[in-house]
């Protein structure tokens, strides 16, 4: 098993007004950004993340408090190669997916698959993972596949690739803030199926009896981790770590970790 860098990692709520205060420190102290190898970050010495928390296994919070999952540890490598600290701050998604989480972070790093319309509001780095959709619903549910899930709860995650799947499929779906919470409903029984990302759902659901994944769907989504459109530079570092991991193999090693073997 390989051996990551370890680095002190901080998660931060910011919501409303907490989020402008952040972004007001940040640009507006008159200070020039620090440069790390050529690139400005908006905080002196410290590679700061946006992602939405919890979504697991890629980002979450553990027993000991500690951020962590397979994002977290590409997050690392990065901050490493930047020879910067990492901070994560804990924001939605929807903010993350519109753009509006640069003011405050340096990257968005949270599951992001990438799409044209994304595209016009960050730039993506490389792919690190293939990751399309599935339906999950409970034994007792009567949902055999997509068309038999017209009509019945179906919880996805708001903002996401699988609210607009489950939507052009004449879904009526019901919105979470995160798969955190969209998972819980599945297993309170509060919502017949769930449907969203193969990696988050089945690991949700892997140890859970009374549950079947009915349908998956290839849906060709693969994920990037987003910088500020234009920002050139930090994208060549982050394109760099992520092609380290890949030739050296840890890449891999980090999916398997995370997702299990064969991932």
Known sequence: MMQLRSRAITALLVTGT???????????????????G?????EPGTFTVCSDIP???FEFIDDNGDTV?????IANEIAADLDAELEVIVDSFESIQSGLSFDKCDAAISSISITEERKGNMDFSEP???????????????????????GKQVGVQSGTTGEAYA??????PIGFENAGLQLEAL????????????????YGVKDEEGFERVADFETGEKLGIAVEKGDTALLEVVNGTL?????????????????????
Do not use: H
Request: glycine share 14%; proline share 2%; charged share 25%.
């Open 18 to 36: 907490a989020g402008l205060a952040l972004a007001g420190c940040a640009s507006g102290a008159g200070e020039e950004p620090a440069e790390e």
């Open 69 to 73: 999952g397979f994002d977290i540890d």
């Open 187 to 202: 297993k309170a029984g509060t919502v017949d199926a769930v449907l969203g990302n193969v990696s988050v759902l089945a």
């Open 167 to 172: 939507q052009e499929n004449g879904i009526s």
């Open 128 to 150: 690190y993972m293939d990751d399309d959709l599935t339906l999950i619903a409970s034994a007792d549910s009567g949902i055999t596949d997509l068309e038999s899930a017209v």
């Open 243 to 263: 092609q380290r991991l890949t030739e050296s193999g840890e890449l891999d090693e980090l999916k398997a970790t995370w997702f299990g073997e064969g991932s």
């Open 38 to 42: 050529g690139v400005s970050l908006v």
């Open 55 to 57: 979504y697991e296994p």
